[in-house]
Nanobody
Framework: QVQLVESGGGLVQAGGSLRLSCPYS????????MGWYRQAPGRQRELVAT???????DYAHFAQGRFTISRDSAKATLNLHMSSLKPEDTAVYYC???????????????WGRGTQVTVSS
């Protein structure tokens, strides 16, 4: 079973930076889009950023200009660099990989268990 394990979360002061990483198995093929989501207490999970198989990235409005999503194919790792962090960025951050369907397999949707990011004021 495919497992995604996020790392890099922690406690940081407002204005600080963190880099989240999500190594993934090279057995995951036909990747369509990879992304980061977050969920704050009492709120629904929301999209932070995505990166497509052709390296196009997209960001939620709150992430634009502060967060950068990247994929290191050589290391099979998805990253999220976050800077200028704010207390409202406090949440559990999740890694997600979506694969496309082929003639021989269905599409899949993989999730990590999340890593806590806490930003103090």
């Amino acid at each position: 079973q495919v497992q995604l394990v996020e790392s890099g979360g922690g406690l940081v002061q407002a204005g600080g930076s963190l880099r989240l990483s999500c190594p993934y198995s090279e057995t995951i093929v036909n990747i369509n889009v990879m992304g980061w989501y977050r969920q704050a207490p009492g709120r629904q999970r929301e999209l932070v950023a995505t990166i497509s198989s052709d390296a196009r990235s997209d960001y939620a409005h709150f992430a634009q200009g502060r967060f950068t999503i990247s994929r290191d194919s050589a290391k099979a790792t998805l990253n999220l660099h976050m800077s200028s962090l704010k207390p409202e960025d406090t949440a559990v951050y999740y890694c997600n990989i979506k694969t496309r369907a082929t003639l021989f397999s269905r599409s899949s949707d993989y999730w990590g268990r999340g890593t806590q990011v806490t930003v103090s004021s």
